[in-house]
Nanobody, 113 residues
Framework: QVQLVESGGGLVQAGGSLRLSCAAS????????MRWYRQPPGKQRELVAA?????KYADSVKGRFTISRDNAKNTEYLQMNSLKPEDTAVYYC?????????WGQGTQVTVSS
């Protein structure tokens, strides 16, 4: 089993920044990919960013969000700058270990206009 603990969400004004963290623990041999998803109110969950051998971003966050990982700490981060009200969502971290996906509990990010 793999456990993921997220932190860093909160309320911020438009134009502000937040940094999300997601620490993985448990039966980890190697983490193949680390991702961040979000689910806005009333909408489906969507991929925001991913990092494995390279990085990938949703068009809506390119140039504003940066995903990174610290392999020594089994932790991934999402630096979110120039936040917009439409970034308001519950953000979930996701890791792929041994072909299986594991999810964090979610953290609320609210951007006020």
């Amino acid at each position: 089993q793999v456990q993921l603990v997220e932190s860093g969400g909160g309320l911020v004004q438009a134009g502000g920044s937040l940094r999300l963290s997601c620490a993985a623990s448990g039966n980890i041999f190697s983490i193949n990919a680390m991702r961040w998803y979000r689910q806005p109110p009333g909408k489906q969950r969507e991929l925001v960013a991913a990092v494995s051998s390279g990085t990938k971003y949703a068009d809506s966050v390119k140039g504003r969000f940066t995903i990174s990982r610290d392999n020594a700490k089994n932790t991934e981060y999402l630096q979110m700058n120039s936040l917009k009200p439409e970034d308001t969502a519950v953000y979930y971290c996701n890791v792929e270990v041994g072909g299986l996906d594991y999810w964090g509990q979610g953290t609320q990010v609210t951007v006020s206009s």
